[in-house]
């Protein structure tokens, strides 16, 4: 089975990739929100201290321990850290197997939003609508959830059927320069707005007197998230890297993607709040009001052009969040193929279609079905999509994350990583020690920070 793993068709192939799967919901709909909630500038510059010092060491770890087993998490996790491993990538596939049963239904909704803005700029925007009122009717109306989420999943699980080179690299190929290409038109317009000013001061400018223990912790466990670390994903994707690819070069391109586009869409949204006099006091309610309540009303008021930049910004928003949600079906799927011999095309429509029970009960617990969206596991968590999304954020990355760590800096040798890092043609700027201080150190203990601050000072990253 091991002679015949696909491999990425050259670095860009699998850049591209692993950048698409960071890119996601993530970056559009969380990191602008907590942004807004810890006032910007101080908490970014933390953010980014974070995705420097933990996230791009971590990054490299997955991609080494991926690329050096040839295999998908749990058989990767087994075979460069130890057998007693396994259980931590099967804590991976858990938490793919989760986080895509409820990704799914925001993707969803995206779709919504696209096909609504459409018609809206086709024709009119109705008179008196309430954009709010939309909100909860979209979300309450069970039907409609289902069929949104059922259309997102096909589409995710079409491309893993269809494999790494024929589905995964052709549509991220074909998908990233496009949404490179939409973000930057956006930008372009967003910078032309009158309150772009204030949302680049908003955003860089810092001011440590607002920052709060709890923002720097936040801070630490989004950028999990958002490099799409602590449950395999890149471990996986780096199984089909090719021994003559730099893992330092390409981490480092895939970090630095992800946060610029993350800055960006921050950069958009805030120049379209801050253009519309008074809204700043209505946004920032909740996570998704800014997404979906905020920008839709915003695009047809003050904003120059709006009429197509909401289309086209909800069509941003899908790809992102599609390119995300088949790596995470890839971590799923590529287990039963890798561990279980399942074929591909059966392992896809299986773990798809599994997937898709969960997918169905976080759907529901938007109103649509009042005991699915009322119940409490975590404490002011309400409904199974708020449990879920807690659960994962603030437990499942995490603790993930922290043995990736420490399996990587204190369980595989030093001669197995940095064979790994230092083949290739490796960058003048890499000192392997550095890294190596890093992942067993610094990210450890900044993580366990994550871990004690999520258990003893009920911080929440979700
Ligand atoms: N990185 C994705 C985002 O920012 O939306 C989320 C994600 C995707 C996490 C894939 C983990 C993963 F395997």
């Known amino acids: 089975m091991q002679e015949q793993r696909a491999h990425w068709g050259s ?12 890119i996601g919901l993530g970056n559009l709909w969380k990191f602008p929100f907590i942004t807004w909630d810890n006032q910007g500038g101080a908490f970014v510059l933390v953010y980014l201290a974070c995705i420097a010092g933990v ?6 770890a997955e991609i080494l321990i991926g690329r050096r087993s040839q295999r998908s998490v749990v058989g990767a996790l087994k075979e460069a850290v130890g057998p007693g491993w396994g259980i931590v990538g099967a804590w991976g596939v ?35 609508l309430q954009t709010g009122d939309l909100f909860g009717q979209q979300v309450s109306n069970g039907r409609l959830q289902l069929g949104l989420s059922l259309v997102f999943s096909v589409a995710t699980v079409a491309v893993v ?26 930008l372009f317009s967003a910078l032309r707005m009158e309150g772009s000013a ?14 709060e223990p709890g923002g720097l912790l936040e801070a630490l466990g989004h950028s999990f998230f958002t490099l799409s670390l602590g449950m395999g994903a890149m471990i996986t994707y780096g199984s089909y890297v090719d021994r003559s690819q730099s893992i330092v070069k390409m981490s480092a391109v895939i970090v630095l993607l992800d946060t610029v586009i993350a800055l960006i869409a921050t950069v958009i949204m805030f120049s379209v709040i801050f253009s519309v006099a008074g809204m700043e006091d209505q946004v920032g309610a909740s996570t998704v009001g800014m997404l979906f309540i905020s920008l839709p ?6 904003v120059p052009f709006g009429n197509w930049l909401g289309p086209l910004f909800y069509v941003l928003v899908a790809l992102a969040a599609l390119t995300s949600t088949i790596s995470l079906l890839e971590v799923v799927a590529s287990y039963l193929i890798d561990q279980h011999g399942v074929a591909r095309h059966k ?12 997918t169905i009960l976080a759907a529901l617990s938007f109103g649509a079905v009042p005991n699915l969206s009322s119940f409490e596991l975590f404490e002011g968590k309400q409904g199974w999509f708020a449990n879920a999304d807690h659960f994962v954020s603030n437990w499942m990355l995490p603790t993930g994350g922290l043995a990736i760590t420490i399996g990587a800096g204190w369980f595989m040798s030093r001669e197995a990583t940095s064979s790994e890092l230092l083949d290739g043609n490796e960058p003048g700027w890499f000192h392997y020690g550095v890294w190596r201080f890093f992942i067993r150190f610094i990210a450890p203990a900044a993580v366990g920070a994550v871990i004690v601050a999520v258990l003893f000072f009920g911080v929440d990253f979700s």
């Not at 670095?11 to 960071?22: D, Q």
């Open 11 to 22: 670095s860009v192939a699998f850049i591209l990739a692993a950048t698409g799967s960071a």
């Open 55 to 60: 996230g791009l060491p971590i990054m490299m």
């Open 94 to 128: 858990l938490c793919g197997f989760i986080l895509l049963s409820y990704y799914t239904v925001i993707a969803g909704w995206s779709l919504f939003y696209f096909v609504q803005t459409l018609g809206w700029s086709l024709s009119a925007v109705p008179p008196g």
């Open 161 to 186: 059927y269809l494999g790494i080179h024929r589905g995964i690299e052709r549509l991220t190929r074909t998908v990233l320069p496009i949404l490179f290409g939409i973000l930057l038109l956006l």
């Open 198 to 211: 204030e949302a680049v001061a908003f955003i860089f400018r810092p001011n440590f007197a607002e920052l």
């Open 297 to 302: 009303e915003l695009f047809y008021s003050e």
């Open 347 to 358: 392992s896809t429509l299986i773990c798809g279609a599994t997937v898709f029970v969960f």
